[in-house]
Nanobody
């Protein structure tokens, strides 16, 4: 599986961005998908995950109520809608695919895309 994330950019605090991650292959619906982020000088951290059928979603506490993960299996794409952005959301955002089920651990994901930069100005 090859993953390509897009949609990052520069936004003011309080604004919104929508990230997309397009996957190659014919078995996209069999993968749980996740979004992670890495801020400068920090370790990569879990942001959100969604099950293969889209029926279950998980979020880290800091983004609950602000971010929404979704997917369209017919388009092999997973999305991350980010609202009410804060400067602390500034990071490189990565999408990842898991054959191990929906989870929040880096080691639980088998395929990773290149990141997309999100910068939130105060």
């Amino acid at each position: 599986v090859q993953l390509q994330a897009s949609g990052g950019g520069l936004v003011q605090a309080g604004g919104s961005l929508s990230l997309s991650c397009a996957a190659s292959g014919r078995t996209f619906s069999t993968y749980a998908m996740g979004w992670f982020r890495q801020a400068p000088g920090k370790e990569r951290e879990f942001v959100a995950a969604i099950s293969g059928d889209g029926g279950n979603t998980y979020y880290t506490d800091s983004v609950k109520g602000r971010f929404t993960i979704s997917r369209r299996n017919a388009r092999n794409t997973v999305y991350l809608q980010m609202n009410s952005l804060k400067p602390e959301d500034t990071a490189v955002y990565y999408c990842a695919a898991s054959t191990q089920g929906t989870n929040r651990y880096e080691r639980g994901y088998d395929y990773w895309g290149h990141g997309t930069q999100v910068t939130v100005s105060s």
